[in-house]
């Protein structure tokens, strides 16, 4: 069993997001090791394509 840690899509969220201490954390986290499977991936890019499309208002 791998013992690198599994990184969700809050964690991505979370680097890009404007709270300073949540980045930090997440960065940390992604420091240390991980993977990020292609589901989360996908999950990822679809958050951030509805957060962009309401920042640009469309």
Known sequence: MSDRAFLDTNVLVYLV????EKKR???K????????????SNEYHNVGRKKLANALGD
């Open 25 to 27: 954390r997440e960065l």
């Open 17 to 20: 997001d404007d709270d300073a």
């Open 29 to 40: 986290l992604c420091e240390e090791g991980g993977y990020i499977p292609t589901k989360v």
